[in-house]
């Protein structure tokens, strides 16, 4: 017999042998087209695409804890080749808690005895949440502090400031994320700052130091 498929007002007919089974394989794949950034506009995080001959896939999600954040859209072509590509999107506007969630695409074909699928980790960039600055161990004599913050990617630029204090001076330096408190002298006594930045963005970390107290963390999350 012969089957005809109307695409964009053209005709495409090809013969069926009857009786026939189509056994060729199914072509899946997850592709991201940019890496979300949290904060702005709705996106689409992930696409699957499943390529097969003669009838289309059925493509769907298992979202776990991100089923009631994200919407999928999805479509179907019919090439003139007899093949079918069938989309499906994830779409949702960005944010941090996103990061790192695990998602599966399912698809499942005529051709096929088991559904196949195909895991994927939601990436979505952030500026830093969180900055905190704790202790930092050293086998030298000053006192070492290091900043640290939640940010993807990773912070690459710190600055160290002080509402009292020069930084660095003859009793304080830095070194990127590290702040060494070379004397232990009373008049360093006071409220230090660590700014932690990436490409999207900054956040801010405090440590109050005194000699010989314990130092208090003030971090900051955004």
Known sequence: MFSCHFITAVVSCFLLSSGTEDTSPVNATVTVDAVPVAGRSEVTLATCTASTM???AEVSWHLGSLSDSVKQSTSTVN???GTFTVTSSL???PTVQMNQQLVKCVIRHATMKEEQ???HKIIVHYPPQLVFV???KN???AEVYQCEADANPAATHFRWHSTHQTIPNDAIKTEGNKLFFLKLTSDLNGLYICE??????SGIGSLYWQKGE???DNHSEL
């Open 139 to 141: 086998r030298t004599n």
């Open 196 to 201: 932690a930045s990436n490409e999207y963005g």
């Open 134 to 136: 704790t202790p930092f």
């Open 117 to 119: 699928g195909i895991d």
């Open 79 to 81: 090439h003139l080749d």
């Open 54 to 56: 003669q009838s289309a």
């Open 214 to 216: 314990k130092t208090k």
């Open 91 to 93: 779409i949702a506007t």
